[in-house]
């Protein structure tokens, strides 16, 4: 498993966002390394909760020392994000020796390497018996990235030797800039190439004026976008950074969430009669994400995201779980669990037997509950859930489902004041990717 691997799930499923953010003080507007410093401090205390990852590039940090770099990187390891020095290593073996050993000893979790060197299994080797990441530079942002593509060396394009080299050097990740010459076909054989543990990291986004769909659709669960100068030198940083955020998670959990749909045995069912689904309606399409939950990559994949979200929306803690009986009971014990709260659920009708109870588990009153749920059709089930805790003294207004019918939920939920989200929803884009031509009688 690649070292990033797992430092890269905790530190989005913290945040519930794949922004890299860019941590680089122009020297011209910031001249003195103490003000440098002090910046970059600033943006990680006020930003932390908007990023997963800060990459630093080493020639806007020079001059802050040892300790300085080592205090920005201490505070962004406590608040729970990834750390990338972005300093293009590549050099002969003692170099590299000297400069793995640095790294390290500023407290980076990785760095980027250039492999024009033409070493990069050595810079791996020395990188790992340190416990440091790897992101190998395959493919620059904008103009930049169209040699890697024009130069050609052994019958391919240069980009794909260097990627070839870090697999066989069995590098973390690889930074794929945002460019026109990089297009989803090769973002998805990239990605084959590299396996499903890389982490991608996609510079070219903010200021570069970068599309980021090509790599949302092409590059699986584990990608990153750089994004710097357009939020951290921003009139409103936080404002921008939680856009930013947003637009890229929700896009990501909208992909990965409709793919596991698709593809998880069970799940998608298209029939060429209308059934009743379980609200009283009838469609040809039937989602039963009980049959996500069969499957260990899909179950973990879709409780990574639905954690995420929920600590992008609402944070890590100051809240319990609500869901209903029985479909959202074995997803919303496992974000409970993960995010370490307590867990309710509501029964559609009374126990006729023992306390006849309605609500399962203690609702504290006054204690703020977020709904967690499978599917959400005509949102009948889902108000009866928020009924129920409101009842009994709960507070719930966001409510979270892995999949939406668009039927009406959202609207309803809306009138009792409670914020509908869905990692995916019924409409066009995902009939189209589930292959089914007509909504018409769906």
């Known amino acids: 498993m690649s070292i990033l691997r797992e430092k890269y799930d905790r530190a989005v499923e913290l945040s519930g966002s794949i922004l ?88 980076y979790d990785s760095f980027t390497v250039n492999p024009f060197f033409g070493n990069v299994k050595e810079v791996a080797e020395e990188s790992h018996d340190a416990g440091l990441g790897v992101f190998l530079l395959a493919h620059p942002s904008g103009n930049y990235g169209d040699r890697y593509f024009r130069e050609v060396v052994a019958g391919e394009p240069l980009f794909w030797k260097f990627i070839r080299e870090g697999v066989e050097a069995s590098v973390d990740g690889y930074v794929l800039g945002l ?19 890389a982490v991608i990291l996609a510079p070219g986004l903010g200021a570069q004026g970068g599309d980021p769909s090509a790599l949302i659709r092409g590059g699986g669960e584990r990608i990153l976008f750089n994004v710097g100068r357009s939020i951290i030198l921003s009139e409103n940083p936080a404002s921008k950074a939680a856009e930013v955020s947003e637009s890229l998670a929700r896009e990501r959990e909208f992909i990965l969430t409709s793919r596991a749909i698709i593809s998880t045995r069970g799940v998608l069912n298209v029939y060429d009669k209308p059934v009743q689904l379980s609200s009283g309606g009838w469609s040809r399409i039937y989602i039963d994400c009980r049959a996500l939950y069969s499957d260990p990559a899909s179950r973990s994949l879709i409780a990574r995201l639905m954690v995420g979200a929920i600590s992008r929306r609402v944070g890590r803690s100051g809240f319990e779980i609500a869901t209903t009986a029985t479909a959202g009971i074995p997803l919303a014990s496992i974000v ?21 109870r309605r609500v399962e588990g203690v609702v504290k009153p006054g204690e703020v509950y977020v709904g967690v749920d499978d599917v959400a059709t005509t949102g009948k089930s889902a108000l009866e859930c928020v009924k129920a805790v409101r009842e009994e003294g709960g507070v719930i207004e966001k409510y979270f489902v892995i999949f939406d019918r668009s039927e009406g939920a959202e609207k309803l939920l809306r009138e009792a004041g409670v914020e509908l989200y869905s990692l995916a929803r019924m409409n066009d884009e995902f009939l189209t990717m589930a292959g089914v031509s007509e909504r018409k009688g769906a």
């Open 179 to 197: 460019s026109q010459s990089l297009r989803e076909e090769d973002i998805v054989e990239i990605r084959r190439v590299v396996g499903d543990d």
């Open 20 to 107: 890299c953010l860019g941590l680089d003080p122009p020297p011209w507007a910031y001249p003195e390394p103490s003000d440098r410093l002090r910046f970059c401090l600033d943006r990680i205390r006020l930003l932390s909760r908007y990023c997963s990852a800060v990459k630093i590039n080493e020639n806007h940090i020079r001059g802050l020392g040892e300790d300085g770099q080592r205090a920005i990187t201490d505070l962004a390891s406590r608040l729970g994000l990834l750390t990338i020095l972005d300093c293009k290593m590549g050099d002969i073996s003692e170099t590299v020796r000297a400069g793995v050993r640095t790294v390290s000893r500023l407290g």
């Open 336 to 356: 409970a669990d993960r995010l370490g709260v307590g867990l309710v659920y509501v029964r559609m009708e009374k126990k006729a037997h023992g306390l006849e």
